[in-house]
Every structure is written in structure tokens, then in C-alpha cells.
């Protein structure tokens, strides 16, 4: 028998505003990043800053990337070992899914999987079945370490080397989408004769979903990029992230997540 795990549902609104208090509240504990962040690769390969030359750091002594982000997609296949998920959905259509994600401890602000102190000892209770954004995060990439300089676990950088290495960030470009945005297009009602009974009449609401990106943090010029039917298609916001244009427009025209219900 399979392992029962729980799912609890978020209006995509109270969950970014759970989000938006988790992180004012761990802002008050941190400093600030010294270089910009969202541009930091997760992939020692593609680092470019110093500091992802040196020997890489032991992730059982820190835990920072298990605290800082509260949004960590999980996808539609929840591993039994994860325990329990929150289901996102859209405020105006709460039947219409848009998002899967790990759950946290609101009373501590991190992983609810993760054990320990952090920048002492910790430990993922739930490693073997941890998400994929888990395991394709490196210790030892930018990103990394700018997160352990933000805990104070690695000391600030000098001036110099900030804008030494913020010159070398910047100019790398992504070509990635950095965004993702799920929302109802258009919703129609209309009245039909029930297929259960002729002489009866039922009313048919027709949603037609809609997906917008940004590429390399560019807000002001969303791109849209598919529209569909969510009684034949699921996405969410996050899965799209990470992937060009490109992949996203082939795994789109794939149909992978036509007549996908879970």
C-alpha cells in the first residue's frame, strides 16, 4: 500500500503572502547579498566569482539554502518520504491548480525536513525522495556561497572584490526564464441541456488558462507563451523556470501535460 502524505490547499494569494512574511522575517536575520543574487549560478561548472575556486563547503555545518527560499517545487509526483506538500491554486478559480510545492515550518521559516542548527549541524530527513531544485543545487557555486556570506557563515567580501566579481555576474548572460506567471485569460458561461437528463438545463464554465515568462529578470517585457484549456492540460509556475525558450516551447508542443489530473 502506498504511504499516505498530506496536501494541503493555498489561494495563490494567501500562499505569496505566507511568502512575502517568511521572507521579511528572515531578512531581519541575514545580511544583505553583496552581489546579485538571482544572477548567481547553482552550478560550480558555471560559477565565475573566486570563491567557487576554493574547497567546497560541508552542507551538514551550514543548511542556508535549506532556509532561505520557501518556494521549492516539488512537481506532481510527491515521493512518500517528502510527508506532505501545499497545492497552489488560482484565487479566481480555485479548481484550477498552478503550482506544487514543499511545505515549511511557518514557526522556523525553513524546510519542515530539515533537523539541526543552522551553521552547526544539520540534516534532510527526507534526502533520498528531496526535490529535484534540491539536487541540482551545488556547494561550492556562486549562489552558495553568496547564501553562506548572507548567513554569516563565510566572511563579507572587501569592496573592491564586490564590484571586481558583480562586473564578471553581470555580464553572463541566462537566455534562461528567470519568471513564470499562470492566470485565467477569460472564463465564459454558458447554459446546455444536461446530458442526464433532456428536459433539464446546466450551467458550462469554459476557462482558458494562460502562461506569461521573463527571460533574464526582464519585467517589463512579459512574453506569452502558451494558452490552454485546464480540463485538458495542467501546468505550474514553477516547472518552466530554468529551461530557454526553446525547451520550454518543446516540451509544451511534447504534450506532456495534456489530460494530466493529479
Known amino acids: 500500500m502506498n504511504q499516505l502524505f498530506q496536501i494541503t490547499r493555498y489561494r495563490s494569494s494567501d500562499y505569496y ?10 531578512k531581519a536575520r541575514l545580511f544583505e547579498p553583496q552581489l546579485p543574487l538571482r ?3 547553482k552550478n560550480v561548472l558555471d560559477s565565475v566569482t573566486s570563491a ?16 532561505i527560499d520557501p518556494i521549492i517545487p516539488v512537481g506532481r509526483d510527491v515521493p ?17 491548480l498552478i503550482d506544487r510545492v514543499l511545505c515549511w515550518d511557518i514557526e522556523s521559516g525553513h524546510c519542515s525536513h530539515l533537523d539541526g542548527e543552522l551553521g552547526k549541524h544539520v540534516v534532510c530527513t527526507a534526502y533520498e525522495d528531496r526535490p529535484d531544485v534540491c539536487r541540482v543545487f551545488e556547494p561550492g557555486s556562486d549562489r552558495c556561497h553568496e547564501f553562506r556570506r548572507m548567513y554569516g557563515f563565510e566572511p563579507q567580501l572587501d569592496a573592491e572584490i564586490v564590484q571586481r566579481e558583480t562586473s564578471l555576474v553581470e555580464e553572463r548572460r541566462l537566455n534562461i526564464i528567470t519568471g513564470s506567471r499562470i492566470f485565467a485569460d477569460s472564463v465564459s458561461i454558458g447554459i446546455a441541456v444536461s446530458t442526464n437528463d433532456p428536459e433539464k438545463l446546466e450551467t458550462t464554465k469554459t476557462i482558458r488558462m494562460k502562461i506569461e515568462v521573463v527571460i533574464d529578470f526582464d519585467l517589463e517585457n512579459e512574453i506569452e507563451l ?5 480540463s485538458e492540460e495542467m501546468w505550474f509556475e514553477t516547472e518552466l523556470v530554468g529551461m530557454t525558450l526553446d525547451e520550454a516551447h518543446e516540451l509544451i508542443e511534447s504534450g506532456v501535460n495534456r489530460n494530466s489530473k493529479t
Open 226 to 230: 502558451h494558452e490552454y484549456d485546464p
Open 39 to 41: 544572477r548567481l549560478s
Open 52 to 67: 567557487s575556486k576554493t574547497p567546497e563547503p560541508n552542507c551538514q555545518a551550514c543548511g542556508a539554502c535549506c532556509d
Open 80 to 96: 512518500a518520504g517528502l510527508k506532505g506538500s501545499w497545492d497552489i491554486v488560482l484565487d479566481s478559480e480555485p479548481e484550477v
Open 17 to 26: 503572502a505566507l511568502v512575502a512574511e517568511l521572507g521579511e522575517r528572515r
